[in-house]
């Protein structure tokens, strides 16, 4: 029997009507045609996975919910879901529906019949709200609601029903403010509220525990909590293109941080305090005020990316080379006059950015570099 079927980028209309009954078929992608309307009876299928991502459909017939598992229908144009009528006995059967990059302007408001749902992608819509009963899939581990039109991040997104929510994505809504329940989300790994209109934070995001990931890019921020890495061992946070004049004094909450990504904001200082970071990597502070570059003296050795570019400072500190993981460096766009003769001390050294600076002659230390 035929169990994967792969008829993607063709010029199909139409899918067999009959397909319901192919009894062994368990993977169908057919992604890329001209389908505009799927066979009815399509979810009585055994299907695990189907795949009619980038076709013409508007409309999902009401049996979709019942397919075993994977859904992807993104890149159609759907303007609105069918009501979910499945009996509340079965809970449907759906656990992973991809409906990105369509036309969608709400969610069904009883889709906490689809109790088996751990992945929902809802992303590049016109999404305003989201349905209260979506707090309500306790099984759900993966969120995207990024790319829509959101004003606040609902209440049922910091739901405790959400008991296994890991990854929530929110970007680039419109989001200005955020709740003081934020700590609620006790299992969320990752969190991305890039591209939205949040001008604070609030104390709670420093106690939500599993926090690994925090993702702040491109809003309007002045200062983070003190609490952030009270209650976490965070390992990524980028908060570039913000208005922060400072980091936090004391970093030495942030221990288990890999990589700190502080680009385009207002930082004129470095904390002593970083010295602390022993597990950091990748260090981002370009685009700032920077005028002395004291890292070496305070940096830890564990750093492998240093980005500085665009910082008014005019030399480098004679002891770079302690920093002796270091693979790539950005100094460009600065001040900076001449190299220090310890840069040939960098041996794992394999990208050197110093374009735009003001320095006149071709050190001999650069041609030491292995």
């Given amino acids: ?3 994967s079927l792969n008829v993607s980028d063709n010029r199909l209309k139409t899918l067999p009507k009959t397909i319901h009954k192919a009894s062994g078929l368990e993977t169908c992608v057919v992604s890329n045609n001209k389908i505009k309307k799927l066979p009815k009876n399509i979810g009585q299928s055994n299907m695990t996975m189907l795949n009619v991502s980038q076709n013409s ?6 049996s979709i919910y019942a397919l075993p598992r994977s859904l992807d229908v993104s890149r159609n144009q759907i303007e609105a879901l069918p009501a979910i009528v499945i009996s509340k006995k079965s809970k449907g059967n759906i656990s992973h529906m991809n409906l990105s990059d369509n036309k969608l302007t709400k969610l069904p408001e009883e889709i906490d019949r689809l109790q088996r749902l751990t992945f929902i992608n809802v992303s590049h819509n016109k999404l305003k709200t989201l349905p209260t009963a979506l707090g309500s899939l306790k099984y759900l581990h993966h969120l995207d609601v990024s790319h829509n039109q959101l004003p606040v991040l609902p209440a049922t997104v910091y739901s405790v029903g959400l008991l296994h929510l890991e990854t929530l994505n929110a970007s680039k809504n419109r989001i200005a403010t955020l709740p003081q329940e934020m700590d609620s989300l006790r299992w969320l790994f990752i969190l991305n509220l890039a591209d939205n209109d949040l001008a604070s934070i609030p104390p709670s ?6 926090l690994k990931q925090l993702y702040l890019q491109r809003n309007h921020l002045e200062t983070l909590p003190t609490t ?5 061992l965070l390992q990524v946070i980028d908060v570039s293109h913000n208005e922060l004049i400072e980091l936090p004094e004391d970093l ?4 288990t941080m890999e990589q700190m990504h502080f680009g385009e904001n207002h930082i004129s200082q470095i ?4 010295k602390h970071l022993g597990m950091l990597h990748t260090l981002d502070l370009g685009g700032n005020n920077i005028v002395g570059m004291p890292l070496p003296d305070m940096a830890p050795q564990s ?16 002891n770079v080379g302690r920093l ?11 001040q900076i006059e001449g190299l220090p003769q310890q840069i040939s001390l960098l041996t794992n050294l394999r990208q050197l950015y110093l374009q735009n600076n003001a320095i006149e002659e071709f050190t001999q230390n650069l041609v030491k570099l292995r």
């Fill in 57 to 62: 459909i508007k409309v999902l017939p009401k």
């Fill in 205 to 210: 995001i420093g106690h939500m525990k599993s």
């Fill in 324 to 334: 002796k993981l270091l693979e790539t460096f950005d100094a460009s766009n600065n």
């Fill in 228 to 232: 952030l890495g009270e209650d976490q």
């Fill in 271 to 274: 904390p002593k305090s970083i």
């Fill in 252 to 255: 030495r909450k942030w221990r």
């Fill in 1 to 3: 029997k035929l169990s």
């Fill in 303 to 318: 750093l492998r990316t240093i980005l500085i570019a665009g910082n008014p400072f005019s030399t480098l500190p004679g």
